[in-house]
Nanobody
């Protein structure tokens, strides 16, 4: 089992920056993908960015050039640096840990952290 602890969600003015953090603990697979998803009111959860244990990254088109995902593999921690924030970035941001083992793939989720961007 994997436990995810998220932090960093805040109220911020448009154009500002935030950094989200998510630390995974428990039975950690060396091969994994961590990432961030978000869900705005009335909308389905959508992918924001992911990063594999090998360092490969992927971003949603809406955040390219503004957000940067990174990780500390040794600490099993993923970060999301968010710059030039817009009101449309307002959402609950969820940390995701995808464990890849010989037994298959299993997803774990954090409780979410609220990011609110005001005009």
């Amino acid at each position: 089992q994997v436990q995810l602890v998220e932090s960093g969600g805040e109220l911020v003015q448009a154009g500002g920056s935030l950094r989200l953090s998510c630390a995974a603990s428990g039975t950690i697979s060396r091969t994994n993908v961590m990432g961030w998803y978000r869900q705005a009111p009335g909308k389905q959860r959508e992918i924001v960015a992911t990063i594999s244990s090998g360092g490969s990254t992927s971003y949603a088109d809406s955040v390219k050039g503004r957000f940067t995902i990174s990780r500390d593999v040794a600490k099993n921690t993923v970060y999301l640096q968010m710059n030039s924030l817009k009101p449309e970035d307002t959402a609950v941001y969820y940390c995701n840990f995808k464990a890849i083992t010989f037994a298959g793939v299993r997803d774990y989720w954090g409780q979410g952290t609220q990011v609110t961007v005001s005009s």
